[in-house]
């Protein structure tokens, strides 16, 4: 059975930091693209951030030179470092697995990250 579950949202202030993680069981972790997404109320999900198997990124205009994606192959698990947010980085943040060539992709179940003063 596939599992993703992130952790570390909450709330905090503007300027403030969080880290989020997502562990996932079920899969071959090293085979999988791993992004994160988010979405805030009444708006589309969007990309947030993607690492590759191989280590390489790519992040959203938004977030480029805040936010850092990283993953730790020992430990299943990827992470989106987030610095100097903002209220507009207000969102459900959700973790999503992706194999790159049987397309299969999976979700985890968010998590809550609110900026506010």
């Known amino acids: 059975q596939v599992q993703l579950v992130e952790s570390g949202g909450g709330l905090v202030q503007p300027g403030g930091s969080l880290r989020l993680s997502c562990a996932t069981s079920?899969?071959?972790?090293?085979?999988?693209?791993m992004s994160w997404y988010r979405q805030a109320p009444g708006k589309q999900r969007e990309l947030v951030a993607v690492?590759?198997?191989?280590?390489?990124?790519n992040y959203a205009e938004s977030v480029m030179g805040r936010f850092t994606i990283s993953r730790d192959t020992a430990k299943n698990t990827v992470y989106l470092q987030m610095n100097s947010l903002k209220a507009e980085d207000t969102a459900v943040y959700y973790c999503?697995?992706?194999?790159?060539?049987?397309?299969?992709?999976?979700w985890g179940q968010g998590t809550q990250v609110t900026v506010s003063s």
């Open positions: 999503n697995a992706n194999h790159a060539v049987s397309l299969r992709s999976y």
């Open positions: 079920g899969i071959i972790f090293s085979f999988y693209t």
């Open positions: 690492i590759s198997s191989g280590g390489s990124t």
